[in-house]
């Protein structure tokens, strides 16, 4: 036990002699929660709407108004050809063009129906395609509850159960949550451990009656305190700054982070076995481990709009079932009974990581 | 803890294989209690991977022996509390200050709580860096370090201190205090196991044993060898040894 403790001493002092390391491990997540928050939004802000038509049409002139009365959008040009439009896409003077054909209102007296077309600027997709889907609710919700119905009928009203304002917050912050414990555990862990190796310490530490058991736990705990001081800032964060609420409770919520904890650990132990080289170790922690769970754990994109094979690569993820995990009780306040499946995935994992990662160090070293 | 003659390492048959080749093959030798035992060898002789077996690192593929009188077959554990070992590679943490490394070390051998503020002060005296005990260990000059290394694997009086080509790399007269130091340790009765590439540095020793692929090629005293091959010094016995080799 006395041994244990001074070699847990030893790697406090490692970490706090390193300011700079501390520095980026304290601040990473305060610094990741208001990028993921303020830059990286996929809400529509400040769109800005060209139109093209006859202004003198008076549904058209109704519809126009109303698009400039919404929030978001903003008509910034009014023409009367489309020919300009591209030109203002490449100035990027504007996001989307609305045209209306001529004697709109005519034709939707006569036949019931008029055409109204959407070009946007489709350099970037997914923005194109979400200020598409707006704009084209604003007005088909304008002719329907004006004199005529149109052909579209009103927009069905739909209810955002968990998330009314439909804040990319609620999405971000467990995805941060998944990504920094990963971060922290795994490659700290990792390179912590083979910088010993590289430096020849390793040996030292071997020869020594310290059991090799001993050596991985004294390891672990440093960074254990650490990644659980980041979970707390990033609660704090999310709750005060960010107004994610915590609906579910405390007590799961640490229970689930810290078996994820532990998942990250094995993982940190196991890139440490296979790698010899502390740039090794960072480079298969950042391209085979940061990168797969940005990508995969659904932070960023939906793995349900994946291909099926991409689907199934991202069921390895671990952060992908830790982060399920987090949004169901912090979002939707769900007890554990609503998430039995993800937690036995996530704690065979851990149990599989831990067991072949403490059996390989013990026979490479 | 030695055997009834008197010897603190009996190794018998020693063999240690890496799949289809043999590392260590089929040695046999002992060291007497308080010798200075040098263990010679060209580079990938096996010196390295017999010595990892002595110190409780690895198990030997077959053959048998002893340690402080631990078998090297199962009693790592024991053979581990009662060695002091000082690698190759310097190894110290640069990053941490030089009691702080005392410390570290001291407490991973167990050592009670004074006895460590003992040492704090003991070994940077003795080693005439009182000042620099304070400071970290990557702000000392390289000689320094060594004699720091080689006092921290002390720390713990062991019965048996192995010392992994502990010069590598120091001037020369850093290297002569470091002798110094050695048999020094010697005297107190500690036995000394250590490698090395320095010819001039065998001369020091009680015994040396020459190992060349994977064997013991010859043992004995300097003297000795240098009237076996009618060779003026260790130099040109190892040499004339040595290029027997056809492993490389």
């Known amino acids: 036990m006395k041994e244990f403790l001074s070699f847990t001493k030893k790697e406090f002092r490692h970490i706090f002699r390193d300011r700079r390391t501390i520095l980026i491990v304290l601040v990473m997540p305060v610094v990741q929660i208001i990028l993921f928050g303020f830059a990286i939004s996929t809400e529509i802000n400040n769109v800005r709407i060209d139109i093209v038509g006859d202004m003198t049409d008076p ?20 023409f009367t050809g489309t020919d300009v439009i591209s030109e203002r896409f490449r100035r990027n003077e504007s996001d989307m063009a609305v045209c209306f054909e001529d004697d709109f209102d005519k034709k939707l007296d006569k036949k019931g129906s008029a055409t109204v077309k959407l070009i946007g600027d489709g350099s970037d997709p997914n923005s194109a395609q979400i200020i598409a889907n707006y704009v084209t609710g604003v007005i088909s919700s304008g002719t329907g509850d004006g004199k005529k119905e149109t052909t579209a009928g009103s927009p069905l009203p739909v209810k955002y159960m968990y998330n009314p304002s439909m804040l990319s917050s609620y999405n971000f912050v467990p995805g941060v949550m998944g990504l920094i414990l990963t971060l922290i555990c795994s490659m700290m ?3 912590s451990i083979v910088k010993e190796k590289e430096f020849g310490t390793m040996e030292l530490l071997l020869v020594s009656p310290v059991k090799p058991i001993w050596i991985i736990i004294s390891k672990a705990v440093p960074y254990f305190v650490l990644s659980t001081i980041n979970l707390v800032t990033i609660l704090l964060l999310s709750r005060f700054v960010m107004h994610v609420p915590i609906n579910g409770s405390l007590l799961l919520l640490s229970a689930v982070s810290l078996t994820f904890i532990l998942t990250s650990l094995g993982i940190g132990l196991l890139i440490s076995v296979i790698s010899s080289t502390q740039k090794t170790a960072l480079l298969i922690s950042g391209m085979g481990l940061t990168m797969p769970t940005m990508i995969f754990s659904g932070i960023i994109f939906p793995c349900e709009s994946m291909p099926e094979i991409l689907q199934w690569f991202s069921d390895i993820i671990p952060a992908k079932w830790y982060i399920i995990m987090v ?12 998430m039995i499946k993800e937690y036995t995935i996530l704690l065979l994992m851990t149990l599989l990581l831990l067991g072949t990662s403490i059996r390989l160090f013990k026979k490479r070293l | 803890m030695t055997g009834e003659n008197g010897n603190i390492i009996e190794i ?12 260590v093959d089929n040695i046999s030798f002992h060291v007497r209690k308080g010798e200075i035992f040098g263990f010679l060898g060209a580079n990938g002789a096996g010196k390295t991977t017999a010595m990892k077996i002595l110190c409780g690192l690895s198990l030997p593929t077959s053959g048998e022996g002893t340690v402080n ?3 090297i077959n199962g009693e790592q554990e024991q053979i581990k509390r009662h060695i002091g070992y000082m690698s190759q590679k310097f190894s110290l943490y640069p990053d941490l200050k030089v009691w702080e490394n005392i410390r570290l070390f001291g407490g991973i051998y167990g050592l009670g709580f004074k006895e460590l503020r003992k040492k704090c002060v003991s070994i940077p005296e003795s080693l005439g860096m009182e000042d620099y005990a304070d400071k970290s260990v990557s702000s000392l000059p390289l000689g320094w370090k060594q004699k720091l290394a080689f006092s921290i694997a002390m720390i ?6 192995f010392l992994d080509e502990p010069t590598g790399g120091v001037d020369p007269e850093t290297r002569r205090m470091f002798w110094e130091m050695i048999c020094g340790a010697a005297e107190n009765g500690t036995t000394v196991f250590v490698t090395t590439h320095y010819m001039d540095e065998a001369e020091y020793c009680d015994r040396v044993s020459i190992m060349v692929d994977g064997r013991i090629a010859d043992i004995g ?7 076996r091959y009618g060779e003026p010094d260790m130099d040109s016995v190892f040499r004339k040894l040595a290029t027997k080799a056809k492993r490389f």
């Open chain 2, 69 to 71: 009188g631990f078998s």
């Open chain 2, 221 to 227: 005293s300097p003297e000795e060898l240098k009237g």
């Open chain 1, 189 to 191: 862990t990792a390179i």
């Open chain 1, 327 to 338: 949004k169901k009780i912090m979002i939707e306040g769900a007890g554990f009974s609503f």
């Open chain 2, 156 to 161: 713990h009086n062991p019965e048996i201190v």
């Open chain 1, 59 to 78: 549904t058209v002139r109704k519809l126009v108004q109303r698009i400039d009365n919404n929030g978001y959008l903003e008509v910034k040009g009014i």
């Open chain 2, 12 to 23: 018998n048959g020693l063999t240690k294989r890496f799949g289809s080749f043999t590392a």
